[in-house]
C-alpha cells in the first residue's frame, strides 16, 4: 500500500447495509486515494441480502463481506472515521482511535417495510444516496 492512501473507516450500528456500501463505494472508485474499512458498534451476523444486490446492480460484489466491529480498528492509523447512521453518531464520542469524525447520516434500508421490491427501491435510494455524498465529502477532503 502507498503511503499517499489515506484511510477512512466507516461506522454504523449494524455493519451490515449502509456502511458496507460505502465501504464498497470508497475502494472501488477512489481507491487510488483512499483505503476504506467499516465496522458496526453491534454488528450484525451478515451483510443484508438487498444491500447485496443493490450494489450488484451497479458492478460491485459485496457477497463476501462480513459485518465487523469497530473495536478490529481502534489501534488502526485513520485520516478519517465517518458515521452514516443516528445510533452510530450517538455512540461516536466513544471512539478512542485516530481520525477526525464526521457524520454522514442516511435512512436505515433494513429499516424498510412493504414488498422486497419496494424495500430494494429504498436500497437502492440509499445506495445511491451514499455514493454521492461520502465520494464527494472525500473527494474534497482536507485534513
Known sequence: ????????????????ARSQMAEAFINHELGEMWEAVSGGTRPAEKVHPL??????????????????SVDLFRDMP???????????????????????????????????EGTEEERLAIFRQVRDDIRERILDYLRRWEP
Do not use: Y
Not at 444491500?51 to 465487523?68: F, T, Y
Open 78 to 112: 485513520l485520516d478519517a472515521v465517518i458515521t452514516v447512521c443516528d445510533a452510530a453518531a450517538q455512540t461516536c464520542p466513544l471512539w478512542l482511535g485516530q481520525g477526525r469524525v464526521t457524520h454522514i447520516g442516511f435512512p436505515d434500508p433494513a429499516a424498510a
Open 1 to 16: 500500500m502507498s503511503n499517499e492512501r489515506k484511510r477512512v473507516l466507516v461506522i454504523c450500528t449494524g455493519n451490515s
Open 51 to 68: 444491500a447485496i444486490r443493490a450494489m450488484a446492480e451497479v458492478g460491485i460484489d459485496i457477497s463476501r463481506q462480513q459485518p465487523k
